[in-house]
């Protein structure tokens, strides 16, 4: 991966952003790094890369004009959020060792760049447009016990074989971006639980506490989130060596199954199709058709989680001198939840002032005009790939409400890319007391949700999962059945449950089915003259 000469840089200096984790990169001049709060912090040495080309299928989004506080919103700044009302925050003992940590926050490196924020929102304006499709999958909440490099391999690879299925199904590029490399908050019920009569605070995630049930872990701790940012540095350097380091090329298609899916059905449906693609690829190579090319060699991948914990986010925003805006660089996509996106309040504040392409998580209480006026907060030119709706109902609910927000989307003229969260409105509790979620009823609204865009003649841009490559038994059902009685023996989530490999595997297989008839459709539609 090709990036520029190092050199000194003030911490006042902004990254200009590299392109995507994957492709080639040109050399750039050194550019400087602007620090959200403006105080001097000392000098430190990073290395940066300039950005590449627009895509050409991006022109249209790359034309809109830069982006700007709604009309009305008052002037934005990256603390203006602390003026609104904030939710689903922790209290810290110490305000002052609180401040200590952030000010050490905002003197590091940026995660990401802002250049690769840039391209994921040009390729999501395509899948708004029905021409790419979004592939967004990892963990409920990572973990700083469960970080590995195995384990940051394993979900990886599950997900370029999702990707290989979809794309040969749906015959268009597949965006691939992890649920990886900073998802640690998570919201709460309450901001309370209780064990045996004893009130702790809730865990909130990794990186604001710990989850064991007692004082200590209890309380929240900034210095959580310097490891938090360690660790998605970490996370992130990796998922960039295997995204352009050869892990990825497609030539490794058939390599790809894991040890444990490698003799299941869909472990057999995955070989049967990678021959197909190394067939194809043999038939490339012998026509005289270069397989070197790095498109062939390496897999644009991205990064994405909740914009939760705002003082860390407002820590890693930076100012991009190549475009003059503000970038979150914790990473490239962020998205708020069902809890925080109050029209008025401190999240969408934050939120709307940064040029990251955007996630609204809507449920179905999501009411149809403030979803509207959401969009045009966050968004107010309308600027493609800047917004994707996460739907997250469940399938009966979907079917009834879902028809409602496209309409009104619609008539107001807003462009979004829509994608399904079939997990958060299908979980459940077992008869043994753990949290679980149904395949089948997974599956279920993953097909009302294609239903519902066909019948409204608008495009299902994408799916978001809580996955991992491990052979976890945390969602029941899927063709090597998981039943109640197996949810003890390797359920490991210390959140909600995931899908295992095999079980994304399969739904993976099931999407790319409904895709393929979709396009078939479209196809025959053309052909027709219509």
């Known amino acids: 991966m090709a990036v520029a000469s190092s050199s000194a840089l003030s911490s006042k200096s902004a990254f200009a952003g590299a392109h995507s984790l994957a492709g080639p990169r040109q050399p750039g001049p050194a ?132 990707g290989v299925v979809l794309m040969f199904g749906g015959q268009m590029p597949v965006i691939k971006v992890g649920r990886m490399a900073g998802q640690f908050a998570k919201p709460r019920s309450g901001p309370f639980e209780e064990k045996d009569g004893k009130q702790l605070p809730s865990y909130k995630g990794d990186n604001i506490n710990g989850d064991a049930f007692d004082e200590k872990s209890r309380t929240p701790d900034p210095h959580r989130m310097i490891r938090a940012y360690s660790q998605a540095a970490a996370t992130l350097n990796l998922l960039r060596a295997f995204a352009t380091g050869g892990y990825a090329a497609m030539q490794r298609v058939t390599h790809w199954n894991l040890d444990f899916a490698e003799h299941s059905e869909q472990g057999d449906r995955y070989q049967e199709l990678a021959n197909r693609v190394d067939e194809a690829l043999g038939f490339m190579a012998a026509a005289g058709l270069t397989v070197e090319h790095p498109i062939m060699t390496t897999t644009e991948f991205w990064t994405s989680h909740e914009c939760l914990l705002l003082p860390y986010e407002q820590a890693l925003t930076r100012l991009d001198s190549t475009s003059g805006l503000y970038y979150d660089c914790s990473a490239h996509m962020l998205w708020v939840g069902e809890r925080t996106r109050q029209l008025d309040g401190a999240h ?117 999962l809580e996955m991992t490559g491990q052979n976890v038994t945390e969602c029941i059902g899927g063709s090597r059945t998981v039943t109640y009685d197996d949810l003890g023996s390797r359920y490991h989530t210390h959140c909600d449950p995931r899908l295992n490999a095999s079980q994304s595997l399969e739904l993976a297989f099931i999407i790319a089915e409904r895709l393929r008839k979709r396009r078939m459709g479209t196809q025959r539609m053309l052909s027709l003259g219509f």
């Not at 006026?373 to 996460?390: A, D, F, S, W």
């Not at 994608?419 to 949290?435: E, Q, R, Y």
């Open 31 to 162: 550019l400087s790094l602007l620090h959200a709060r403006g105080v001097p912090r000392r000098p430190i040495s990073a290395v940066h890369a300039a950005d590449q080309p627009r895509a050409p299928a991006a022109a249209a989004a790359a034309a809109a004009p830069p982006r700007a506080p709604a009309a009305g919103a008052g002037k934005w700044a990256v603390d203006s959020w602390k003026a609104k009302k904030a939710l689903q925050l922790p209290e810290y003992p110490d305000e002052k060792e609180l401040g200590s940590v952030l000010e050490t926050i905002e003197s590091f490196p940026p995660i990401v760049f802002a250049g690769e924020a840039r391209r994921l929102e040009e390729r999501l304006a395509e899948a708004a447009m029905g021409n790419a499709f979004l592939l967004q999958g990892g963990d409920c909440a990572e973990s700083f016990k469960e970080f590995s490099a195995n384990y940051i391999r394993d979900t990886f690879r599950v997900l370029l074989q999702m």
């Open 348 to 464: 969408v504040e934050f939120l709307r002032g940064i040029a990251n392409p955007l996630g609204i998580k809507v449920s179905d209480k999501m009411d149809p005009n403030k979803l509207v006026n959401l969009i045009e907060i966050l968004n107010p030119h309308n600027k493609p790939g800047r917004i994707t709706i996460i739907v997250r109902m469940g399938a009966e609910n979907l079917r009834v409400k879902l028809p409602h927000l496209i309409r009104a989307v619609r008539s107001a003229g807003q462009i979004v890319t829509w994608v399904s969260d079939p997990m958060h409105g299908n979980t459940i509790k077992a008869p043994c007391g753990l949290k679980t979620r149904a395949f089948d009823a997974i599956l279920a609204e993953v097909r009302a949700f294609f239903d519902v865009h066909e019948q409204e003649g608008s495009h299902p841009g994408g799916i978001h």
